[in-house]
């Protein structure tokens, strides 16, 4: 035996260790398969007559003691190995895995095949002005996809049925010549199909990019509208109460009771955020510990989850691949940070098979929230109403689809529960079309009587996102007779903690510009009132 010998098969172990960690068995089996025919060979058919286990003895002796001899070489050899077997991946399980990525984008293609028109329809009632053109051109790459992919399959027909007539040819000693031709025909036929398959996937991957845009069919009860301004109110709760003086918004009223402190935040992390002190920092727990009670013992489970995420939460849960710019990335990773707790709540059960008998599941998630606010230029630029970074309560609901209507309304209801504790008044607000998120089918706000503004402004966001997002991370359930089904996920804001303290401030301000503390929330704060600075 050689050296080369020796080097040659580290390599191919090298190889081999490398294909497995990849786990890619069509890699390991393409490129191991040569070297091992050829070591089974050399070890079944010696050139001596010795018995096989001799033999086998014999060389791997001989291949331990030629390994210690060139260490350098043999160790160099299994490392080349290792690094080329683990960095490869054959360009077909590429594509399978991006085919299966992209089928986790989309609205059911079924919809679009049978109803094209209630697409287009409902993405004209979103405010989509080239709403029959992106339907047109759907239609069109899922005929190509479906007609070239057919067309491949009937030419892998045809290189088998070849490969036989060949075989057949061979073993009855036909002549040669003809035997080329059909080789040739053969490999004609596989050029055609390697040509096929690279235009399925282009288009492939053109049709799901675009279909992954579709956001998700509205309700028939969402009202049709261009603007917030379009919102249809559904129910008040409570009357703004009239003050006897000129009410403080609550960038005064921070400032009188030294709470909160914008310019300093604005220098150490620029605007848009905020220092909250003092009594304040202890309205923000009472308020948390507050809502996570009042949620438990309406069978929600309380969660922490994660505010980093992967790109595939983000376009699972619908907010990419539209809305980036709304969103902060970690630079060099695939993590973002989460812009509410919907993200990682839905990511809980992401690829899961629930059963019946589990579901609704009820979550209530706290974490720190951030945004961009890429699109409030000049809103909200004072005080704590719209920043960056805040804090907020999620509910999050996983349910059959024949209950996620009644879920949707027992959603809003919950969160009311919550402001009427807190004595806010509000009103509730069926969302127009065009102020949809691309997840929601319908979603309700609750907005608040804010005495500072003299008017209502939103607190809650409640949707159902019916399959949408279950679709795009495939969260199903098993029935009792044994079917998979697509869940439903509902989601609704408990408390974004910032705004309701906005609310509370401006609602419970007295004339000296003390605060009293809601009734509700005193057990928690230990105290009844927040007092400005220098006062007793």
């Not at 290792?82 to 490869?88: E, P, R, V």
């Not at 839905?346 to 929230?369: R, T």
């Not at 804090?391 to 809003?412: A, G, R, T, Y």
């Not at 979603?443 to 996102?465: F, H, I, T």
């Amino acid at each position: 035996m050689q050296v080369i010998e020796v080097a040659a098969l580290f390599f191919a172990l090298g190889l081999l260790f490398g294909i497995l960690t990849r786990r890619s068995l069509a890699a390991l089996l393409f490129y191991i398969s040569l070297p091992l025919a050829l070591l089974i060979i050399y070890m079944v058919y010696p050139l001596d007559a010795q018995p096989l286990w001799e033999c086998v003895l014999s060389y791997v002796s001989e291949l331990a003691f030629l390994a210690y001899d060139n260490l350098a070489i043999s160790s160099l050899a299994f490392v080349i190995g290792l690094l080329l077997g683990f960095l490869s991946i054959p360009k077909r399980a590429q594509a399978k895995a991006k085919r299966r990525n992209l089928h986790a984008v989309m609205i059911d293609i079924r919809l679009l095949r049978e109803n094209p028109q209630l697409i287009a329809e409902d993405l004209k009632k979103r405010g989509k002005d080239n709403a029959e053109q992106i339907v047109s051109r759907l239609l069109e790459l899922d005929k190509s996809v479906r007609e070239k992919g057919a067309l491949a399959q009937e030419l892998r027909h045809k290189r088998n049925e070849n490969a036989d007539i060949v075989a057949r040819m061979k073993s009855h000693g036909a002549v040669q010549a003809d035997v080329e031709a059909r080789i040739r025909e053969g490999a004609k036929i596989n050029d055609d199909i390697a040509e096929l398959e690279k235009q399925v996937e282009s288009l492939r991957q053109e049709f799901f990019r675009l279909l992954s845009t579709v956001p998700n069919i509205t309700h028939q009860s969402v009202p049709f509208g261009r603007s917030d301004e379009d919102n249809v109110e559904v129910r008040k709760w409570g009357e703004p109460k009239p003050l006897p003086f000129k009410p403080r918004d609550h960038v005064e009223l921070g400032s009188l009771l030294g709470v909160i402190d914008t310019d300093k935040a604005a220098e150490v992390s620029g605007s848009r955020f905020a220092y909250l002190k003092g009594d304040l920092v202890m309205l923000e727990f009472s308020l948390v510990q507050f809502v996570m009670s009042y949620l438990i013992k309406r069978g929600f489970t309380p969660v922490i989850p994660p505010v980093l995420v992967k790109e595939k939460m983000m376009f699972g849960t619908g907010f990419f691949p539209l809305g980036r710019e709304e969103v902060y990335k970690v630079e060099g990773e695939d993590l973002y940070l989460a812009g509410t707790a919907e993200v990682p709540l839905a990511g809980l059960h992401a690829e899961d098979y629930m059963n019946e008998s589990d579901l609704p599941k009820y979550y209530a998630g706290f974490s720190s929230c951030f945004r961009t606010e890429a699109g409030a230029h000049g809103k909200d630029t004072k005080g704590i109403f719209r920043v960056h970074q805040f804090d907020k309560v999620e509910m999050f609901v996983f349910s059959k689809p024949e209950n996620s209507w009644d879920e949707h309304e027992k959603l809003i209801n919950t969160a009311e529960g919550i402001y009427q504790a807190l004595g806010i008044p509000y009103r509730i607000v069926n969302v127009c079309s065009s102020e949809l998120g691309p997840s929601a089918a319908k979603k309700y706000d609750l907005e608040a009587w804010l005495p500072g503004q003299a008017k209502y402004r939103e607190m809650v966001s409640c949707s159902n996102c019916t399959d949408y997002q279950a679709r795009r991370l495939n969260i199903k359930y098993r029935s009792k007779e044994g079917k998979n089904y697509l869940v439903h996920t509902l989601n609704s804001t408990a408390v974004a903690v910032g705004r309701t303290i906005v609310a509370i401030m401006e609602n419970y301000q007295q004339e000296d510009g003390s605060i009293l503390v809601p009734e509700a929330l005193r057990p928690y704060m230990g105290k009844e009132k927040m007092q400005p600075l220098g006062s007793h």
